[in-house]
């Protein structure tokens, strides 16, 4: 049995970046004007206004869509041909994405739960009904409610499973099918909204998952390839993202976020040089603990509004000190959620979950 590629370490960088940017730069409105009374308005936060600061604050949550598009890159890389070789079964495939995905979740989940149940908290979203929060606990998770940022997780959960079929069976599903049919559902996303089509909010979350995720899962093995492969992978993403700029400046940004996404990644590859700030120390840990973080950027917003709003005090957001103060809190959070869940669930459950040696054709058949 061949052994598992290593991950590219300048994904990780990216994806603590993105995971830092969604939490602190676009999330910090949960403490601006709306949120709480005589709280200051977003327009008073540094660099509101600028290209960086309307980035951040205003289409910040289109990070997530960065993650969609590094998941299938690192899909790729790590499992596409154990996968298509059948070494890797779909109980295997499982339990491992289990066990990265759902400790933190679930201990995210229960602690923001617990959170807005306590009498004098002020939390980002309201607790729900009992049925909501089991629903949240397994995975389904409930739109614009809890600990909402992990809709993206429930959606990764999803393009997990396609993948593992697309590339199991590729005649029955290939994954620029699945692209395609992801911008078509972002597209009826709108429309629904709109009375033109009954849609369910989840059809273009999905749709937005499906794009970046098999948009990736499609272009890096023919970048990877070289030579034909690879020039006819440019010259569909070249296009893809000529395209996808009439249709941002109309409000679709989705398809940008995710031909943009590539063709940077594609440069990172082909220009090492480039990946040095990617690949140092604090932001390849940063990348380390990007799930954690992501998922409990709301227990850290909820503990600052509850305490704002009981010393009925505003919070600075207008203090370049009290964002990088917020920043620190949201990286302390990720990193001790990181050693103290992440890392012993993952390394208890892939303990108990080690596979037998199996012969070739055992394996053949998984």
């Keep these: 049995m061949s052994a598992a590629p290593s991950r590219v370490a300048y994904l ?3 994806r603590g ?4 940017g969604v939490a602190l730069g676009y999330h910090v409105h949960y403490l601006s004007a709306g949120h709480g009374p005589g709280w200051l308005p977003m327009a008073s936060v540094p660099l509101h206004g600028t290209w960086i600061g309307t980035a ?3 289409k910040g949550w289109a990070l997530v869509d960065v993650f969609f ?9 790590t499992y596409r041909e154990r996968i298509a070789r059948r070494e890797i079964c779909a109980a295997r495939f499982a339990a491992l994405r289990f066990s990265r995905l759902y400790p ?3 201990a995210a989940w229960l602690l923001v739960l617990a959170l807005a149940c306590l009498p004098g908290t002020a939390p980002v979203y309201p607790a729900g009904s009992p049925l909501d929060a089991l629903a949240g606990l397994l995975l389904l998770v409930p739109v614009e409610t809890l600990n909402y940022p992990a809709w993206s997780i429930t959606v990764e959960a999803v393009m ?4 593992f079929v697309a590339v199991r069976w590729p005649r029955r599903l290939p994954t620029a099918l699945l692209a395609a049919l992801g911008l078509g559902l972002i597209v009826l996303g709108p429309l629904g909204a709109l009375g033109a089509a009954g849609t369910h909010p989840y059809v273009p979350l999905i749709g937005r998952g499906l794009l970046g995720f098999f948009a990736a899962a499609a272009f890096w093995p023919a970048w990877q390839a070289g030579g034909e492969a690879r020039r006819r992978a440019l010259a569909v993403l070249a296009a893809a ?3 996808s700029l009439p249709l941002a400046r109309a409000g679709l940004i989705y398809p940008a976020v995710a031909a943009w996404t590539l063709a940077l990644l594609a440069l990172l590859d082909a220009v090492p040089r480039l990946r040095a700030p990617l690949e140092s120390r604090p932001l390849l840990h940063l990348g380390r603990i990007s ?5 409990m950027q709301l227990v850290v917003y909820t503990l600052a509004r509850t305490a704002f709003a009981g010393a009925g005090a505003t919070p600075p957001i207008d203090e370049p000190w009290f964002l990088l103060a917020l920043g620190l809190a949201l990286v302390l959070a990720g990193d001790l959620t990181h050693r103290l869940v992440e890392e012993p669930a993952r390394a208890w459950l892939r303990g108990r979950d080690r596979p037998p040696a199996v012969t070739p054709a055992a394996t053949s058949s998984a």
């Design 12 to 14: 990780d960088g990216l």
């Design 17 to 20: 970046l993105a995971a830092l």
């Design 56 to 58: 951040l604050y205003e």
């Design 69 to 77: 598009v590094l998941s299938g890159v690192v899909f790729s890389i």
């Design 104 to 106: 933190v979740h679930a």
């Design 160 to 163: 997990y499973g396609l993948f």
């Design 241 to 243: 993202a000529v395209a």
């Design 291 to 295: 799930l954690s973080l992501y998922l």
